[in-house]
């Protein structure tokens, strides 16, 4: 059976299954991550949106429950250049091609990455459909304007949270942030329903879930902090009646404009005069909360090793990164926020300061999973703003 990558602009690429047959239009990115492919496939900012990994061998170390960041998988599609079937690693559980076919993700192999990575850089990021489906000329100009007139839509409600849950503190020096596994202390074993008595010493932290990654959670109960994750369309009332020491915003998929009702309750949030820190998607929607903007990015930063300098102390990171949009820099005033960090490679914005609020702010990923743990000290900076409150 062959597999069919088809994109917008009309280039074909032809190869073979890698996962489930059939047919699925999203839009392509691509990640030059050397690995971590699990935890990208399972991270929820990708819902929407199929992978182009560049590296060319992927699977090769397989597939385990502790490289899970969410329940299941987010992603449309994975595309790669070539699937290993023969794991050769001691924790591997399954192969890559048996977790896609579990989860009913259609992927595609045998594809020229390098020559898709070139195409999406020259033209931006495009829609395109992976099919097992071959079709006929007649038939590709009703696929194109289906592949065309494809959105990502309505992602934030598809992987938020249902309902608030609350997770213990891991017992301190059970493992660093940006680098704690279910397996280390049980960091994701103790989750608890809202309500339900919760242990640990430390500070008590809201989440507002707008497509967490499990790593956030894992790195703020490693550091004695017990979490309570908010769905996406909690109102600010009920977050700020649990009286938290602090307030995370967390990652997730698509265009941070799209809830407008969101960012009202967000602001709401950043005024409140209560610790707070963001990451990537949170970090979007706090700018477009106090008054400034985001734009789309032509392709996008996706990839574990995306040099960002700290302004403040001119260390360099770096850092995990999957994100398609930006706050545009400059559209807030230097009395609301001050730019905390930029990239090296294009000058866009990767965090900010807030002046009068005790808010900072980051777009690249300082959990990791998968990347660099460099970033890790970030949490810890937010609970040192949470003990000085």
């Given at each position: 059976m062959k597999a069919y990558l088809i994109l917008e602009d009309g280039t074909v690429y032809e190869g073979r299954p890698a996962g489930t047959p059939g047919e699925v239009i999203s839009e392509i990115v691509f990640n030059t991550s050397m690995t971590g492919y699990q935890e990208i496939l399972t991270d929820p900012s990708y819902a929407g949106q199929a992978v182009a990994l560049t590296y060319p061998l992927i699977g090769n170390y397989g597939v385990c429950a502790g490289d899970m960041e969410s329940g299941r998988p987010f992603a449309d599609g994975l595309i790669v250049r070539e699937i290993s079937g023969t794991p050769g690693s001691w924790r591997a559980e399954n192969t890559l091609r048996n977790f896609l076919q579990k989860y009913g993700i259609t992927g595609i192999a045998g594809v020229d990455t390098r020559h898709l990575t070139k195409q999406i850089r020259d033209k931006g990021t495009m829609n395109g459909c992976i099919t097992t489906r071959e079709y006929g000329e007649e038939e590709m100009p009703a696929l194109l304007e289906r592949i065309r007139a494809y959105k990502v839509e309505g992602v934030v409600r598809k992987t938020s949270s249902a309902e608030i849950r609350e997770y213990p503190a891991m017992p301190q020096g059970t493992g660093s942030p940006a680098s704690v596994r279910p397996g280390s202390g049980g960091a994701m074993t103790g989750v608890r329903q809202a309500g339900a008595?919760?242990?640990?010493?430390?500070?008590?932290v809201a989440l507002l879930d707008t497509g967490t990654k499990r790593n956030i959670i894992r790195s703020l109960q490693s550091l004695g902090c017990s979490v309570t994750v908010y769905p996406w369309n909690t109102p600010a009332e009920t977050i700020l009646a649990g009286k938290p020491d602090g307030i995370m915003l967390s990652n997730g998929?698509?265009?941070p404009k799209e809830e407008p009702a969101l960012i009202a309750e967000v602001r709401k949030l950043a005024l409140s005069g209560i610790p707070l820190f963001a990451i990537c998607l949170g970090h979007q929607l706090t700018a477009l909360a106090m008054g400034g903007d985001t734009a789309r990015l032509k392709f996008g930063h996706r990839g574990a090793n995306q040099p960002v300098k700290d302004l403040r102390t001119g260390k360099v990171y770096i850092t995990s990164q999957n994100h398609g949009y930006a706050v545009v820099n400059g559209s807030l005033p230097e009395t609301v926020a001050v730019p905390a960090f930029v990239n090296l490679n294009d000058g866009t914005n990767e965090g900010l300061r807030y002046v009068?609020?005790?808010?900072?702010?980051?777009?690249?990923?300082?959990?990791a999973s998968p990347g660099p743990g460099d970033a890790g000290e970030l949490f810890r900076?937010?609970?040192?703003?949470?003990?000085?409150k």
């Open positions: 008595e919760v242990s640990g010493s430390g500070k008590r998929p698509g265009d009068k609020q005790n808010i900072l702010t980051v777009q690249f990923h300082p959990e900076e937010f609970l040192r703003m949470m003990e000085e």
